[in-house]
């Protein structure tokens, strides 16, 4: 938009754990507008990591969402004819999408019978600092500091 910032769209709570977060991460679960298909897949997943750990599902999944969330990340920028992979700081709104969709990316390419389990295999992984999704943010913190002597380019 040329003159004015969007809007911020409301978003309301979930119906279980009243918490916007869910919502959030409900909807990037959701595939062709079907939000009742992926709230029982959350709410699925919710259900065996609260059987698995004994603990409170919402915030072992809190938990294993800030375990893959990023806080830098490098891009690229032609400066000169040659192409650097600068580290820049990650606004958090980014930083919370990123982590989800590397959460459910990773959840829906593992080997589970049906996406509840995926999903809860891999929230339970991220819980303990591990699984593809914490991997993926280890790789791009390690990126940005291979790239560290980049970082007076900034944008």
Request: hydrophobic fraction near 40%.
């Amino acid at each position: 938009m040329r003159k004015a910032k969007p809007k911020k769209r409301i978003i309301l709570p979930d119906p279980r754990f009243n918490d916007v977060l869910v919502t959030k991460f409900v909807n990037n679960i959701m595939h062709k507008g079907k939000k009742n298909i992926a709230y029982t897949i959350f709410y699925e997943a919710m259900d065996i990591v609260a059987k698995k750990t004994n603990e409170d599902s919402v915030e072992v999944w809190k938990k294993a969402l800030a375990n893959v969330t990023p806080s830098v990340e490098v891009r690229s920028r032609r400066i000169g004819g040659a192409t650097f992979q600068i580290p820049s700081e990650i606004r958090p709104n980014r930083k919370m999408s990123i982590g989800m969709k590397n959460l459910i990316g990773f959840a829906r390419k593992r080997h589970e019978k049906s996406m509840g389990q995926k999903l809860a295999a891999e929230i339970l992984a991220a819980y303990k600092e591990e699984g593809a999704a914490f991997k993926k943010k280890e790789d791009t913190h390690r990126m940005a500091e291979a790239n560290k002597a980049f970082s007076h380019f900034r944008f």
